[in-house]
Nanobody, 114 residues
Framework: QVQLVESGGGLVQPGGSLRLSCVSRTILSFNIMGWYRQAPGKQRDLVAAITRGGSTNYADSVKGRFTISRDVAKNTVYLQMNTLKPEDTAVYYC?????????WGQGTQVTVSS
């Protein structure tokens, strides 16, 4: 069973920063890991992803502001979010793909508001 545990969400003012963390088992066993987000009434969309080989990709809306990274020794994937905007408000989910299956964390709320 794959377990993904997120942390790091919270309330932040526009222009602020947050760092999300996703801890799992040996993260290099996953083909790809990513962060998705879902705002109320909207679909869940990809924010950023990192492959086993270390390649990354980002949604256009977060390019230049968000950075996905990993610490293999800590089995942790991070999402550094800078210059946050109110439209970044959503529940953020960690995702991992393993043996052609997708696994999800429980989600962490990020609220950007003054």
């Amino acid at each position: 069973q794959v377990q993904l545990v997120e942390s790091g969400g919270g309330l932040v003012q526009p222009g602020g920063s947050l760092r999300l963390s996703c801890v799992s088992r040996t993260i290099l066993s996953f083909n790809i890991m990513g962060w998705y987000r879902q705002a109320p009434g909207k679909q869940r969309d990809l924010v950023a992803a990192i492959t086993r080989g270390g390649s990354t990709n980002y949604a256009d809306s977060v390019k230049g502001r968000f950075t996905i990274s990993r610490d293999v020794a800590k089995n942790t994937v991070y999402l550094q979010m800078n210059t946050l905007k109110p439209e970044d408000t959503a529940v953020y989910y960690c995702n991992a793909n393993f043996s052609s299956k997708d696994y999800w964390g429980q989600g962490t709320q990020v609220t950007v508001s003054s």
